[in-house]
């Protein structure tokens, strides 16, 4: 798709928007008593079970019309690399400006949606969730809050770390997220069951797994992003002080599974492809990846995804003050790459399923402000300072968390993820 294309839906060309012609990211929403999948085009969607439905994907093969019609994403995903590559060809055929004529416009325009009328829902029935742990600056903040003298692991440089997460708490954006309760130790007291006082946010990015694997068959590295159908944001709460009693011998469990919120916009990998990048450079000394996990792609690993964290209190609510921003990051600052990751929990013939969703663990930058979670600010010493005055050191009930992403280079448009946005509730 030309970068320089225009949609004839006039939103969609303002160089503010989160979803131009060449993003088209997919999601789905409630339809009276059915689910109905949708791309996102400008301030509108496009409802791609009402556009099947009336012919205008005739070009396309049986399968892909089908999977237009399912309630999930999930029958597109197993088709796999081409039949998505055909059906995008499809849906930008509709919307631009040049090849779409004034009789065709007419014929699409009654299955656009104003985006801020829908009631969006999980897109994708997600099987398997996990969670890597992919960024080695924040892997190295948290590691200097434990052990100051050697704050990584030395497998950390070797293998993608990772833990098997809860898909059944898998959330979409917008619904709040009730404070967990949990055990919690202080110093050498007894454990006590009481809820978290140390909420926090992890700011990440989450693969979609498309067609998969069959099982004892691993992915090469070369093929492994030809496995991913698409991207989304990621907020992986924790509860500190229930994950610090909990997490050794076996890791992460009741501190984390309690809710994992989700954007509700898949953007798909080829709507990246012309922000790709290096990843960040491995510093002298650091092992080089064992073979299968070299990538055979030059230096282009990575993308130029910029991530951003806002926080909102109640009180800012109430006082009318604007979310703050608290965070600013790039999905270029990751250790190991997505392709990697795939490539990793293949490797031993683990079975990848259509709509399975691979997190990249928080992902912080090298600077000052561009941490990933509330946690590695404990290394500064300072808690966080609101425009009111407010302090923060973990989360309180009424804060708003909102995760925000696009790629945005010189010349190209700006592909946004939308939003993932949670209040936190009072526990149960």
Known sequence: MALTQRSWIDAANDSRCDFPLQNLPYGAYRHGNMVHLCVAIGDKALDLFRCAESGLFASLGAETIDACQSETLNALMTLGPSAWASLRSAIAGLLDAERADGTLRRRIEPHLQPLDALAMVMPVAIGDYTDFYASIHHATRVGKLFRPDNPLLPNYKYVPIGYHGRASSIVLSGQPVHRPSGQIRAGNAEPRFAPTSSLDFELEIGAFIGHGNLLGQPIPIGEAESHI??????????????????????????????????SPWIVPLAALAPYRVAIAPRPAGDPAPLPYLQSPSSGQDAFNVQLEVYLESSRM???????????????????????????????????????????????????????????????????????????????EDGDTVILRAFALSPGLPRIGFGECRATIDAAL
């Open 229 to 262: 159908f698409g991207l989304c944001l990621v907020n992986d709460w924790s509860a500190r002080d229930m994950q610090a009693w909990e997490y050794q011998p076996l890791g992460p469990f009741l501190a984390k599974n309690f809710a994992t919120s989700i």
């Open 317 to 395: 609510r109430a006082q009318r003050i604007a979310p703050v921003q608290i965070s600013h990051s790039n999905l270029r600052d990751l250790y190991w790459s997505l392709r990697q990751l795939v490539a990793h929990h293949a490797s031993n013939g683990c079975n990848l399923r259509p709509g399975d969703m691979l997190a990249t663990g928080t992902i912080s930058g090298p600077a000052p402000g561009s941490e990933g979670c509330l946690l590695e600010l404990k290394s500064t010493g300072s808690p966080l300072l609101l425009p009111n005055d407010e302090q923060r050191v973990f989360l």
